[in-house]
Every structure is written in C-alpha cells, then in structure tokens.
C-alpha cells in the first residue's frame, strides 16, 4: 500500500489516503484489460460515437503485449543527436 495525499475542498483540506495497486499503464494495465475483456459476454454490443456507431464485444483488438525496442536508434537532442536502445530486462 502507498499513502498519496489528496487535495479535497477547493484546495482547501487534504487528507492522506492509502492507494493499492496502480495498474493504469504498461504490461499491469494490459492484463488487467484482459481480464475486463473476459467478463463481457461475447454478444454484448457496444455504442460508439455518441450512439451512432457499433460494435461488438467479440470484435474488439484483444490487448498486446509490448514490442520490444532493442537495436532500435532513438533521436534526442532536438534531433541533433541519436543513440540506440540497449532493453535491460523487462520494462
């Protein structure tokens, strides 16, 4: 558990809060999709675009994990200067 402190009332108060798991990005976030993904029934449709689309739920993309960029050149430096990536385990 990680405490994260809150601002609450216009600014006004805070309050210390105690946050659990934070799975909002990366390969946390992709599995636990995969999970939502699982408990739609697979003749569920959904509604896009204010309603005026459809789709669904059987024909969604399916979360994928992430590509590995090693050997890839990356360009910093406001493009004056690149380097390629050297992957140190999983990120």
């Not at 599995?31 to 699982?38: I, M, P, T, V």
């Not at 050997?71 to 430096?77: A, E, H, L």
């Amino acid at each position: 558990m990680v405490k994260v402190t809150k601002v609450t009332q216009r600014g006004t108060a805070t309050r210390r809060v105690d946050v659990g798991k934070m799975n909002w990005s990366g390969d946390d976030y992709r599995e636990e999709q995969q999970n939502r993904f699982e408990r739609i029934p697979k003749n569920f449709t959904l509604h896009l675009g204010r309603g005026v689309r459809t789709i669904k739920a059987k024909d969604l993309p399916r979360p994928t994990p992430r590509p590995s960029t090693e050997g890839m050149t990356r360009i910093t430096n406001r493009g004056t200067s690149s380097r390629t990536s050297q992957n140190k385990g999983s990120q």
